[in-house]
């Protein structure tokens, strides 16, 4: 049975950081793509970073860009996400998400909702002005 579990989320002032951890349970990590999401109230889901199964690649979106910071630890199985800069627009649920299979090259794959096979049940991130 596979899980993903968040934690690290919070209360944070705008300007602070936090990060988030996501430990995975259940699959061979070091074959699995990963990545973070987030969903605001009233909003669709929405991908933030990602991250290959082997770690050289990585990929974020534009609103996180030089902000946040995606890296994997494969001996612990788990995927972290350092947010530094925060904004009161950051504030969202964060989701960890993995992908199932192991490819040999993602482009922007990683970047869709349905590359994913299973999620976690997320981590509150709520960022003051």
């Known amino acids: 049975q596979v899980q993903l579990v968040e934690s690290g989320g919070g209360l944070v002032q705008a300007g602070g950081s936090l990060r988030l951890s996501c430990a995975a349970s259940?699959?061979?990590?070091?074959?699995?793509?990963m990545g973070w999401f987030r969903q605001a109230p009233g909003k669709e889901r929405e991908f933030v970073a990602a991250i290959s199964w082997s770690g050289r690649s990585t990929y974020y979106a534009d609103s996180v860009k030089d902000r946040f910071t995606i890296s994997r630890d494969n001996a612990k199985n788990t995927v972290y996400l350092q947010m530094n800069s925060l904004k009161p627009e950051d504030t969202a649920v964060y989701y960890c998400?993995?992908?199932?299979?192991?490819?040999?090259?993602?482009?922007?794959?990683?970047?869709?909702?349905?590359?994913?096979?299973?999620w976690g049940q997320g981590t509150q991130v709520t960022v003051s002005s």
């Open positions: 259940g699959l061979t990590f070091s074959n699995n793509g």
């Open positions: 998400a993995a992908d199932a299979n192991k490819r040999p090259s993602y482009n922007d794959y990683l970047k869709k909702l349905n590359a994913y096979d299973y």
